[in-house]
């Protein structure tokens, strides 16, 4: 079992950056593969990001793609997302997801754990 607790979340303006962090407890946070997830207010839970057990393999999704990095350090438990030239639409609670194998990454039913969020507020 892991816990996931997220961080970073804040009001940015349009075109403004901030970073994400998630940290995993336990000591086998290696063994999980990892996701960003987004739900803006009255809009279904959306895939972000998500990255492989290593970190050698990443995957965003389209509207993010070029803006955001999602990265891992295995050794400190923790898991970022970097998020460069925010709009508007990038509003939304931000969530980390851990599952050992998922089946579906970029679906949020892929996942078994979940953290409780961090708002990201982007004005214009």
């Known amino acids: 079992q892991v816990q996931l607790v997220e961080s970073g979340g804040g009001l940015v303006q349009a075109g403004g950056s901030l970073r994400l962090s998630c940290a995993a407890s336990?000591?086998?946070?290696?063994?999980?593969?990892m996701g960003w997830f987004r739900q803006a207010p009255k809009k279904e839970r959306e895939f972000v990001a998500s990255i492989s057990w290593t970190g050698r393999n990443t995957y965003y999704a389209d509207s993010v793609k070029g803006r955001f990095t999602i990265s891992r350090d295995n050794a400190e438990n923790t898991m970022y997302l970097q998020m460069l030239s925010l709009k508007p639409e990038d509003t939304a609670v931000y969530y980390c997801a851990a599952a050992q194998n998922p089946g579906h990454h970029m679906q949020s039913r892929g996942y078994d754990y979940w953290g409780r969020g961090t708002q990201v507020t982007v004005s214009s």
């Open positions: 336990g000591r086998t946070f290696s063994t999980y593969f």
